[in-house]
């Protein structure tokens, strides 16, 4: 069945360091590939999305591409701030399992002043 | 920005007792999912909800578990008899015909069973 795997965390990181979050994925057709963001107390938002091979998604500098070869969605951001400690989660749908998410582990990202 | 609600924001609970916990979905949306996730472990389907009926659930959506959407605005989620393993923040979801593939998420319930 569908399935997605993230890196396991806590992945610790000084300011202003690059971020890199690995996903993979096992999909049967062409699913779509999302990334969530869990806050310390807070529910699960949106962070980014890509809907076909080679799509970019990207919001707050976060970036992920969809790589159909690779089967992967790495999320990455170039300078991280204390503000992104949370948990990400990487997750997939398929239109015919009425958009029913799968989802990974979580990582959860602290980052240190 | 629209948004889903839900209600209890934490819910304290004996085992046994039954729990409905409450979402408004974003308006005019029309699929409509719980979700659940175990404190440190990965979150979990449990049912999706459209047309009025359940288009599909997870196996831990078992008899003890039932959904209804009893008016125009509502989506609840009823445990009849909890557990000390219900013990869960649960996410309500919803997606639009127009939204794509997203599905929007409220902030969770966090229930606690004693």
């Known amino acids: 069945g569908d399935s997605v795997t993230q890196m396991e965390g806590p992945v610790t990181l000084s300011e202003e360091a690059f971020l890199t979050i690995n996903c993979t994925y096992t999909?049967?057709?062409?699913?779509?590939l999302f990334w969530y963001v869990q806050y310390p107390g807070e529910g699960l938002q949106l962070l980014l999305k890509?809907?076909?091979a080679d799509d970019k998604g990207s919001n707050k500098g976060f970036e992920a591409t969809y790589r159909k070869e690779t089967t992967s969605f790495h999320l990455e951001k170039g300078s991280v701030q204390v503000s992104d400690s949370a948990v990400y989660f990487c997750a997939l749908s398929r239109a015919g399992s009425n958009y029913q998410l799968i989802w990974g582990a979580g990582t959860k990202l602290i980052i240190k002043p | 920005e629209p948004e889903v609600t839900q209600t209890p924001s934490h819910q304290v609970t004996q085992m046994g007792q039954e729990v409905i916990l409450r979402c408004v979905p974003i308006?005019?949306?029309?699929?409509f999912y719980w979700y659940r996730q175990i404190l440190g472990q990965k979150v979990e389907f449990l049912v999706s909800f459209y047309n009025n009926e359940i288009s599909e659930k997870s196996e831990i959506f078992d008899d003890q578990f039932s959904v209804e959407r009893p008016d125009g605005s509502n989506f609840t989620l009823k445990i009849r008899s909890t557990k000390l393993e219900d013990s869960a923040m649960y996410f309500c979801?919803?997606?639009?015909?127009?939204?794509?593939?997203?599905?929007?998420f409220g902030e969770g319930s966090w229930l606690t069973v004693v």
């Open positions: 979801a919803s997606k639009g015909t127009n939204s794509g593939n997203t599905i929007y």
């Open positions: 999909a049967t057709g062409y699913p779509s």
């Open positions: 890509a809907t076909k």
């Open positions: 308006s005019n949306h029309l699929y």
